[in-house]
C-alpha cells in the first residue's frame, strides 16, 4: 500500500458518510475475518459513526469508567458540577453543536483516506434521532451511536469477540454493528459475546478508585450498596480496548474484580488458541493510549516505566517514548474532556511501515519516521471531547497477520 501524499491527506474533508455498513454481499473479492495484530497489513475496517450523538449521560457507570478523566483532565474548580463522587440522579451534558459537525467531517477524512489507499471501509447503523432511551429491568440510559467502536469488539483471529461495556449508555452499542457481524458470520466467521451484565449498582468493583490492591495480591473488592431486587454482585466487565494482540499471544489490562472475571472467559474461551497475559492497572481501563505496537520489535510507550510492567519478552523490544503531548485545544467550562493528554498515542496501523496520526503532534511524527515508519496525517479535532483517537474509532476486521509467536 502506498500512503497518500501528505498535503494530500492532511487535507482531506469528505462529504459527512451516510452511516450504511458496506454492502458485503456484492463484493466481488468478499474478505474473511482474520485480525491477530495491531500492525500487519490491514484490508478491512469498521469505522465509527457519531451522528446523532445526542449527549452525555452522566450517571455512576459514566463516572466510574471515566474517573481518571474526569478528576485529572478537567478543571474541576471552574467545573464543580463534574465533581465526583458518583450520586444523584442522571445528568445529561450537552454537546455543542459545532463539536458534532467537525467530528462528523474529521471522520469523514479518515474514510476516504483509508478507502484511497485500497482499505474496504464498513459503516455502523446510524442512531435513529428518535431512539433517546434504552431500558432493562435495572435502569434506563441515554443510548449513544456507536463511535468508540473499540471499546465494545474486538476480533481475535477468525473470531469477533463482543465484549460487555462498563457504561450503561453503551449497553447496546452493538446493535448498531450487527449487519457487518452478520455478513462474517456468513463468511466462515466465529462469533461469540461475552456475558451481557445486569449493571445494577454492585456490580461495580471500586477498588482502582479507592487505590486499594496490589499487582501481588488478588483483587480486594469493594463495592456500593446495592438495594436492587435485580443485584448479582461483581460480573464481568471489560473493554475490548484494554486488550493488545501480538499475534499468539494477547495483553489484558486489569484494574478490578470485573477485569478479571472478564480476562478469566477470555482465557477459557480461546484455550488451546491464544495465550493471554494479564498487565495490572497501566491504566484505569484503555491501554491504547499507553503501549501501541507498532511493528514486531518496536512499542509506542507514554514512558520508561510502562515497560518494566510489560512481559519480559516485551521490556526487550525497542520502543518509542511518546514526546510531551502539543497542538492540544483549549475547551471552556461547559466542555467535558474525555480523554487524557496522550490521546495522539492512539495512532492506527495500515502496515508494519505505516500509520495513520495526527498532525497536531508533529514530535511525535518526526519519531515515528525515525524510525522508519511512514505517517499520513488525518485531521482529528475533537478527540479528547469524544474520547477516542483513530485506533478508538475503528475495529481492524480483515490484516494479513497470523498467529505467528513474536514472544519466543
Known amino acids: 500500500m502506498t500512503p497518500l501524499p501528505r498535503h494530500i491527506a492532511d487535507t482531506i474533508v469528505a462529504d459527512p458518510p451516510s452511516g450504511e455498513h458496506a454492502d458485503l454481499g456484492t463484493n466481488p473479492n468478499p474478505l474473511r475475518l482474520n ?3 495491531e500492525w500487519s497489513a490491514l484490508r478491512a475496517v469498521i469505522v465509527g459513526s457519531g451522528r446523532h450523538h445526542p ?9 466510574l469508567f471515566l474517573y481518571e478523566n474526569i478528576v485529572e483532565d478537567n478543571d474541576l474548580a471552574a467545573k464543580p458540577w463534574l465533581r465526583p463522587p458518583f450520586t444523584g440522579p442522571r445528568q445529561r451534558i450537552p454537546i455543542a453543536q459545532q463539536y458534532l459537525d467537525e467530528l462528523d467531517e474529521d471522520i469523514a477524512g479518515l474514510v476516504t483516506t483509508l478507502e484511497s489507499v485500497g482499505i474496504t471501509v464498513h459503516r455502523p447503523l446510524e442512531l435513529d434521532p428518535a ?15 456507536a463511535l468508540n467502536i473499540r471499546d465494545s469488539v474486538i476480533v481475535l483471529g477468525d473470531e469477533i469477540v463482543e465484549t460487555p461495556p462498563l457504561m450503561r449508555a453503551r449497553y447496546f452499542e452493538n446493535q448498531l454493528l450487527k449487519p457487518t457481524f452478520l455478513e462474517y458470520f ?13 449493571m445494577t449498582d454492585g456490580s461495580f468493583d471500586f477498588s482502582y478508585v479507592a487505590g486499594s490492591g496490589s499487582p501481588d495480591e488478588p483483587i480486594t473488592v469493594t463495592t ?21 494482540r501480538f499475534g ?30 494479564r498487565v495490572y492497572r497501566l491504566s484505569d481501563d484503555h491501554i491504547d493510549s499507553t503501549v501501541v505496537p507498532l511493528r514486531p520489535g518496536l512499542l509506542l510507550v507514554r514512558g520508561p516505566e510502562v515497560l518494566d510492567r510489560l512481559p519480559r519478552p516485551l521490556q526487550r523490544w525497542d520502543h518509542i517514548c511518546y514526546p ?7 475547551y471552556g467550562p461547559d466542555d467535558l474532556v474525555l480523554a487524557s493528554r496522550y490521546i ?19 514530535a511525535l511524527i518526526r519519531q515515528l519516521e525515525a524510525k522508519r515508519i511512514d505517517v499520513i496525517p488525518v485531521r482529528h479535532r475533537h478527540r479528547r471531547l469524544f474520547g477516542g483517537g483513530f485506533h478508538c474509532f475503528t475495529v481492524d476486521v480483515v490484516r494479513d497477520g497470523e498467529a505467528t509467536d513474536y514472544f519466543d
Open 186 to 198: 456468513r463468511r466462515g466467521a466465529r462469533w461469540s459475546v461475552m456475558p451481557r451484565p445486569v
Open 35 to 37: 485480525s491477530y495484530d
Open 224 to 244: 456500593r450498596p446495592d438495594d436492587s431486587p435485580y443485584r448479582v454482585g461483581v460480573e464481568p466487565m471489560l473493554d475490548a480496548a484494554q486488550i493488545v
Open 248 to 277: 499468539r499471544d494477547v495483553l489484558v489490562n486489569v484494574s478490578t474484580a470485573h477485569h478479571q472475571l472478564a480476562f478469566d472467559w477470555l482465557e477459557r474461551q480461546f484455550a488451546g488458541r491464544l495465550r493471554f497475559h
Open 344 to 362: 495522539d498515542m492512539n495512532v492506527l496501523s495500515i502496515g508494519p511501515d505505516t500509520v495513520l496520526a495526527n498532525p497536531d503532534h508533529p
Open 324 to 330: 510531551e503531548p502539543t497542538g492540544l485545544p483549549g
Open 55 to 63: 449527549a452525555h449521560d452522566r450517571d455512576l457507570s459514566f463516572d
Open 131 to 145: 431512539t433517546t432511551e434504552i431500558r432493562t429491568p435495572a435502569w434506563s440510559a441515554t443510548m449513544l451511536p
